[in-house]
């Protein structure tokens, strides 16, 4: 009789222990799912780099901006991001290129107020004004890149008078600073201080001193009234900033080049 007890208890524990191993840990985990069920539980993660965001000073701007004008191939781009046309362009569009004549706008009172244009240029209008969307990018550093605005006016419109009016401006996209521009005034090229302007200039982008650049090959422009400054940055980068006047026209024009 006692050997058959032990052997029951044997029999017994065996088995107990086989189905603890078999549903002991389904049922734990349905416990523990039912004990976290209903319940909001947080934990911080930190993200190595989040939020991390390179940004171009402004003279790197420029200068990626001046070579990526020159040079459409190659360790520069300027690629077209959205077209804004008066007639073809969405709703969306028609909306960013508004925004865009604001921002210029006032980016054009503030040329007026540092003496750089005359106060009778007009303001932009987003019913005879184009606009284009563009990347100028760094190939090489895809993180090197400004968001540019070009507007220009319309050369379809019959009747349009151009007389006191801003042909193109090329201005960042982030903060309406415009880096070049051509416009029609009444000025002539005798009213224009080419040193004055580009010390002015510089001022409103928040760029170093410009240094006249000697020695110029008097084929590099299409007009003989103007003068070319170097604006340098870090290392070898610098821009060439040309204060330039078209005669016949009266159409005054600030560009950069490599």
């Known amino acids: 009789m006692k050997k058959t ?3 029951l208890f044997f029999f017994l524990w065996i088995a107990l222990t086989v189905g603890v191993s078999i549903w002991g840990p389904e049922a734990l985990s349905q416990y523990r799912d039912r004990a976290l069920l209903g319940r909001i ?14 940004e171009l000073s402004e003279v790197e701007k420029l200068y990626v901006l001046s070579q990526a004008l020159e040079s459409q191939m190659g360790d520069y781009a300027f690629i077209v991001n959205q077209k804004g046309l008066r007639q073809e362009a969405s709703e969306e569009e028609l909306s960013s290129v508004r925004k865009a004549c604001e921002s210029c706008d006032e980016g054009l009172q503030a040329l007026k107020a540092a003496g750089i244009l005359p106060d009778s240029v007009q303001e932009t209008d ?4 184009e606009a284009v969307l563009y990347s100028a990018i760094d190939v090489r550093e895809p993180r090197n890149y400004v968001a540019i605005w070009k507007l220009s006016l319309a050369d ?5 008078r151009k007389e006191n009016r801003l042909m193109d401006v090329y201005m960042d996209a982030d903060d309406g600073k415009i880096y070049e521009f051509y416009a029609r ?5 005798e009213n224009i201080d080419p040193d004055a302007v580009a010390r002015s200039w510089c001022a409103y982008l928040g760029l170093p001193e410009p240094v006249l650049l000697e020695d110029i090959n008097p084929l590099t422009e299409t007009t003989p009234f103007f003068r070319k400054y170097v604006i340098s940055g870090t290392a070898e980068e610098r821009t060439i900033m040309t204060v330039g006047f078209y005669e016949g026209i009266r159409e005054f024009f600030v560009k950069v080049s490599g």
């Open 5 to 7: 007890m032990i052997r």
């Open 41 to 54: 539980y947080r934990q911080e993660v930190e993200m190595a780099g989040e939020g991390y965001r390179y």
């Open 126 to 129: 987003p019913a005879v004004y």
């Open 156 to 160: 379809n419109i019959r009747g349009l």
């Open 185 to 189: 005034t009444e000025w002539e090229w």
